[in-house]
């Protein structure tokens, strides 16, 4: 049984930086994708970033790709997603699900397995 965990978040004012983190367990880390999504009420669950499982490899969100990053620590088994410049657009509870490989990492259909979500707040 895959178990993803995520931490991190909170609240931010406008501008500000937060990092997610997913611990992962289970099963072989190293050998999957990971990804980032994000979802606010009464909409889909939104793409964010997704990481290949060697970590060389990363998509990003067109909103987000200049101001999010997404890396991994194979030794701790967990990836994380550093958020910089956050705007009031970016508030939502953010999931971190493991996919067979980075692009499908980035759909949410292809994703095998999802933690439970950190909300992330900014406040103007």
């Known amino acids: 049984q895959v178990q993803l965990v995520e931490s991190g978040g909170g609240l931010v004012q406008v501008g500000g930086s937060l990092r997610l983190s997913c611990a992962a367990s289970?099963?072989?880390?190293?050998?999957?994708?990971m990804g980032w999504f994000r979802q606010t009420p009464g909409k889909e669950r939104e793409f964010v970033a997704a990481?290949?499982?060697?970590?060389?490899?990363?998509y990003y969100e067109d909103s987000v790709k200049d101001r999010f990053t997404i890396y991994r620590n194979k030794a701790k088994n967990a990836v994380y997603l550093q958020t910089n410049r956050l705007q009031s657009a970016d508030p939502a509870i953010y999931y971190c699900?493991?996919?067979?490989?980075?692009?499908?990492?980035?759909?949410?259909?292809?994703?095998?397995?999802w933690g439970r979500g950190r909300q992330v707040a900014v406040s103007s």
């Open positions: 990481i290949g499982w060697t970590g060389d490899l990363s």
């Open positions: 699900p493991e996919a067979a490989g980075a692009w499908k990492a980035k759909n949410a259909a292809t994703c095998d397995f």
């Open positions: 289970g099963r072989t880390f190293s050998s999957f994708a």
